[in-house]
């Protein structure tokens, strides 16, 4: 029996049961994605949050997918992909600089 699913990446609709014969050839992670970029996308947003990988390790592998659609993907995983994509912008403080003294003598 198919069993309508949403992916949990972008939402799109699709059908999997992972106790169907005629899907028995498909891998496992079809029950919450669509896609095995919608898979490695989530992971990867995953990973970045639960610190397994840095920002730029995350930044690296994203960089493989195709991110274009990403307003339709679910908000969480938007959320992160805007943080892990924002630059960083580095951050100046102003310093009180020295003041030098002009000594004259008389």
Known sequence: MKYPK????CGTSYEYCGNCYDYRNL?????????EECKNI??????????L???????AALS???LSNR????PCVKRDLNTILTENKPSFEKKDEPTHEVVTMK
């Open 53 to 59: 990988i840095t920002k730029e390790q995350a930044k």
């Open 27 to 35: 891998p496992l992670w079809m029950n919450s994605f669509h896609s």
């Open 64 to 66: 493989k997918y195709d």
């Open 6 to 9: 949403k992916c949990l990446c």
């Open 42 to 51: 989530f992971q990867t947003c995953t990973d970045y949050n639960f610190k």
């Open 71 to 74: 307003d339709k993907f679910n």
